[in-house]
């Protein structure tokens, strides 16, 4: 098992300013990416050994950054307790979608009212970067783009508990949404939808921002759906 640095953050300026990370959270930084780019594939156990050497850390902080990304559902263990890349069914994901869409509606919803007019700016000017950028950025690059845009508008509603709840939620379906991201015969109606939860958030208005919101999260299902398939297809020829 072999491993290359994943990308480098070209988005640093999206991100929040705070403390410096511990080697277990850059740790999990780094393998979140392996797992979104599939250098660990779903399904695959984790040898600790070759991790932590690819890495260059020990096995301690490598064994706190899985329990970090067990948290989040992106690693799971055996009965045995040796790790894996969780691998979720599609009807789970398209439960925990289904209540993702409703906590960013309801956060689309409450933006309209509570969002100042330099939030909304900043919402459309990384929608805009999307599609400008949308055949030049890296795969790593335009999802942290769409992610932005999402968590800009969840911040945007003012709610904290609503906020610290989709991010929990989020964070289960962070390779879901990096897969539904990266369809390119898709790409144009994701940029689309994009640009209509966007419009609707600068006519504040509530329920047109909810109803896009909603709509969009319900297409990350029938993209994963899409790819499964492809995937299956590709497997039986071979």
């Excluded at 790409?187 to 909810?210: G, M």
């Amino acid at each position: 098992m072999t491993f290359s640095a994943g990308p480098q953050d070209k988005l640093a300026e999206l991100a929040p300013i705070g403390a410096r990370k511990s080697l277990a959270e850059e740790a999990a930084d780094q393998l979140r990416d392996f797992i979104l780019l599939e250098r660990l594939a779903p399904g695959e156990p984790i040898r600790e050994r070759d991790l932590a050497d690819a890495l260059g850390i020990s096995r301690t902080p490598l064994r706190e950054a899985l329990r970090l990304l067990e948290i989040e559902g992106l690693v799971e263990y055996s009965p045995t307790r040796r790790p894996f890349v969780a691998d979720p069914d599609l009807d789970t994901l398209a439960q925990n979608l289904s209540v993702l869409g409703a906590l960013e509606g309801l956060a689309g919803e409450q933006a309209c009212a509570n969002a100042t007019d330099a939030q909304i700016r900043e919402i459309g000017s990384i929608c805009r970067q999307m599609i400008e950028r949308s055949d030049l950025d890296d795969p790593l690059t335009f999802f942290r783009r769409d992610m932005a845009f999402h968590e800009t508008i969840v911040t945007a509603s003012g709610n904290r508990p609503l906020a610290e709840t989709q991010r929990q939620y989020n964070a289960r379906l962070w390779r879901a949404r990096f897969i539904s991201s990266q369809r390119q015969p898709d790409r144009p109606r994701t940029l689309y939808q994009h640009e209509e939860v966007f419009k609707a958030l600068e006519r504040r208005d509530a329920r047109a921002c909810r109803q896009a919101l909603r709509t969009h999260l319900s297409t990350t299902v029938e993209n994963i759906a899409k790819t499964r398939s492809e995937q299956e297809h590709e497997a039986q020829k071979k």
